[in-house]
């Protein structure tokens, strides 16, 4: 597994893990399952691992932090995210409200100190905010984060936190079918030396190439309950894409995959090797998924015509409905 550095000199797995899937939002997973999957993430050199208080309100937390405890000694970065479990007006944006968060997700994960704490997504106005990051890098003197960083919907949020001095991160997502911030935040970002944590990238599954249009999904499932933003911002949801259309992309798209990968492993590497990028955050289920995404760490430089293939399929199916909308 390729290691990167981490803003404040660590290093981290340039392939991470992300445990939305295991708190919720994704149909059932049990607890051994979801250690399981972890395991195995582990086993193959990851080390990142994000979360939010939000995810199965707290079970993801608690579902890591019973495999923390079970295996004590292991060298993992854990990042954790605030702010969704309440109404989402900027107000409830303070330092005694993030005290109460960052208390309950230590809490959660058994640690006396968060790695990360990331805001999740926030209205737009909390990026204007003086106090609220006042109130973080009070967190940090307080000895209750290490560090704090923003996750965001859109490109202005991320352009605007970035002015901010004790930002240690953005999470922003990018993939093969988003590629507008490959133009603006990962380079500015890099710039200022801020780490990038690239979320949603097989956009929801669409980039595993093993969907059709006659896949279905559990009803608690976001991919079913999500498609037009009904429960939250619908770029989360197969990043923002048509579905139809994200189907006959990614079909083309898996004819340019060079031999002895998938298209998943290569979407995965595609974006874990771009100038700028700290670590990708792909989800598994089982883990076998957990191993395949893990696996695309290791690969060596894709060939030049897969770039090419990315780029072109994005003009020609993708670019018009996503690119200026985030």
């Not at 582990?42 to 939000?54: K, Q, R, S």
């Not at 608690?62 to 989402?88: C, H, W």
Request: aromatic share 8%.
């Amino acid at each position: 597994m390729e290691m990167k550095r981490w803003s404040d000199g660590r290093t981290v797995s340039c392939v991470g893990l992300g445990t939305w899937q295991l708190g919720a939002d994704w149909g059932e997973v049990s607890e051994a399952d979801a250690h399981a999957v972890i395991d195995t993430a582990v086993g193959e050199g990851v080390t990142f691992l994000d979360t939010a208080d939000v995810y199965g309100d707290g079970r993801s937390e608690q579902i890591i932090g019973s495999y923390l405890a079970q295996n004590p000694g292991l060298d993992l970065f854990v990042a954790t995210k605030m702010g969704r479990r309440v109404e989402q007006v900027p107000e409830a944006y303070n330092l005694e409200a993030f005290r109460g968060w960052t208390d309950r997700s230590r809490r959660n994960l058994g640690v006396e100190r968060l790695d990360l704490v990331q805001l999740h997504c926030p209205p737009s106005a909390v990026y204007e905010d003086d106090k609220v990051f006042d109130a973080l890098d009070t967190l940090v003197e307080e000895g209750a984060i290490k560090q704090y960083g923003v996750s965001v919907e859109k490109r202005s949020e991320a352009l605007r936190a970035l002015e901010r001095p004790g930002l240690a991160s953005i999470q922003i997502i990018v993939n093969a079918f988003r590629l507008a911030p490959l133009d603006d935040v990962i380079p500015a970002a890099a710039e200022r030396g801020v780490s990038i944590i690239a979320r949603v990238p097989l956009a929801s599954g669409l980039l595993s190439g093993r969907y059709t249009l006659e896949t279905t999904f559990a009803e608690n499932d976001h991919r079913t309950f999500n498609r037009h933003g009904e429960a939250f911002d619908v770029g989360e949801t197969f990043a923002g894409v048509d579905y139809a259309r994200g189907v006959a992309a990614a079909q083309e798209l898996a004819a340019a995959v060079p031999a002895g990968m998938t298209l998943a492993q290569a979407s995965i590497a595609w974006l874990a090797q771009q100038e700028g990028i700290t670590t990708v955050i792909p989800g598994g289920r089982s883990p076998e998924q957990a191993r395949s995404n893990a696996s695309a760490g290791e690969l060596g430089p894709l060939p030049a015509s897969f770039d090419a293939a990315v780029r072109d399929v994005y003009e020609r199916f993708i670019k018009v409905d996503v690119h200026d909308r985030w």
